[in-house]
């Protein structure tokens, strides 16, 4: 089993930076796939950004060139710097753990970023 733990979240203003973290326990960390998601207030929850087990990355177009994710094995965490934030960027963001080949995954409960104009 993998409990995530996101943190880091807060109030920016447009423009701003803010680096998320999402620490996770148990020993299968490193053989997963991460992913952050983002949920505004009611709209459905998107991907922002994935990063396989070997450090291959994707991310969605609204946050690309601005948005960098990253992983530690070693110490169980992953990581999503966001940098020149926009109001639309405004949402809970939650991390996942998947293993998409045999349908397992496990969500973190988010962190609030919130971007004022």
């Known amino acids: 089993q993998v409990q995530l733990v996101e943190s880091g979240g807060g109030l920016v203003q447009a423009g701003g930076s803010l680096r998320l973290s999402c620490a996770a326990s148990?020993?299968?960390?490193?053989?997963?796939?991460m992913g952050w998601y983002r949920q505004a207030p009611g709209k459905q929850r998107d991907l922002v950004a994935a990063?396989?087990?070997?450090?291959?990355?994707n991310y969605a177009d609204s946050v690309k060139g601005r948005f960098t994710i990253s992983r530690d094995n070693a110490k169980n965490t992953m990581y999503l710097q966001m940098n020149s934030l926009k109001p639309e960027d405004t949402g809970l963001y939650l991390c996942k753990w998947s293993r998409p080949n045999i349908g397992m995954e496990y969500w973190g409960k988010g962190t609030l970023v919130t971007v004022s104009s």
């Open positions: 990063i396989t087990s070997g450090g291959s990355t």
């Open positions: 148990g020993s299968i960390f490193s053989i997963g796939v």
